[in-house]
């Protein structure tokens, strides 16, 4: 299995690309030795196509509870009783506060990302003028987390700034109706599309351990490729109390290093993005950017606790990579 996982390497180093029957051989691997070759493949993958430089992005939960959707791991839909704080959406001079924060920090991007199936009304005009003010005031690259919207919205939205719209599609097509069944996988790709229609760059991932199979893994690995995806989160189940996956069954270190690697083998220009459930991951990661990932949402994620900033880039130099510079 080493000389096959080497012959993909020298394959994908000569820009060829993975098929799909390839990695789902791949994805089936177990014996440690086989997977520390797949990890060491991803890495010389990653700093062939993308270098030495990890990108770190912070994210503002910028209007929480209360969603209306039914996704079966989110802490907040309504349709579920979690202890998730209720508010709506944060003023300007918030906003702003946290980003200035982040960028003295030396993060390199910073999102504002508020519940609901999409923000629409007075909230989608609040939201651009917090973004018109984050524009002129930081220097840090500009992305969004406000859900489905439609072209028009995107590209108000674009004028304001925003470079990069994140909107995950959690699973493989085959999988999602098992996690949400308010909304489609098609309008998720609509809105995908409508994005870059409109200049903007696609951060769009999902979430491991939800019970899908490693056969859906890879479907999602090769859906993001279809769909030009530039940045790729990777999120590892934290359940939720009072929703439907709160029982779920945890993944295990070399399960989650596994998919990193495939993720990046699929993908080998993308970011690879650490997101949600670092918590769960040894050392918050670490080992994950040994395994083709290049990229985290550093700081405090919507409802679950990340790592910090100055540990984050003590973790970086450690690894004697480099944390990407802002322009």
Do not use: W
């Amino acid at each position: 299995m080493k000389e096959f996982i080497r012959d993909i390497e020298k394959r994908i180093l000569a820009k060829e690309c993975i098929t799909f029957e390839e990695t789902m051989k791949l994805s089936t691997i177990e014996a440690k030795e086989d997977v520390d070759q797949l990890c060491k493949s991803a890495t010389n993958i990653r700093e062939f196509f993308c270098g030495r430089e990890i990108d770190l992005c912070t994210i503002m939960n910028a209007k929480s509870g209360r969603c209306s959707e039914d996704c079966k791991f989110c802490a907040q839909s309504a349709q579920y009783k979690t202890n998730v704080e209720v508010y709506g959406l944060v003023s300007k001079e918030a906003a702003l506060k946290l980003a200035k924060e982040n960028e003295s920090e030396g993060v390199n991007r910073f999102s504002l990302v508020t519940s609901g199936r999409g923000i629409t009304g007075s909230d989608f005009e609040k939201v651009l003028v917090i973004y018109e003010e984050l524009n002129k005031e930081v220097k840090m690259d500009l992305c969004a987390s406000l859900g489905i919207l439609g072209y028009e919205e995107f590209l108000k939205l674009r004028e304001k700034g925003i470079t990069m719209y994140h909107h995950n599609l959690e699973t493989s097509r085959e999988y999602y109706e098992k996690i949400c069944t308010t909304h489609s996988y098609d309008e998720r790709i609509n809105t995908i599309n409508s994005a870059k229609k409109a200049g903007m760059v696609i951060c769009s991932g999902g979430i491991i351990g939800l019970g899908e199979s490693l056969e859906d893994r890879v479907k999602l690995a090769f859906q993001l490729k279809d769909l030009g995806v530039k940045s790729i989160p990777i999120n590892v189940l934290n359940p939720v109390k009072g929703t439907p996956l709160e029982n779920a069954k945890s993944l295990s270190q070399e399960e989650i290093l596994k998919t990193i690697a495939i993720f990046r083998l699929v993908n080998p220009e993308a970011l690879i993005r650490l997101a949600g459930g670092r918590n769960l991951i040894d050392e918050f990661g670490k080992n994950c950017f040994n395994a083709g990932a290049n990229a985290t949402i550093t700081g405090n994620y919507l409802t679950t606790s990340g790592n910090k900033i100055c540990d984050d880039k003590k973790m970086v130099r450690e690894l004697k990579l480099e944390v990407r510079k802002n322009d």
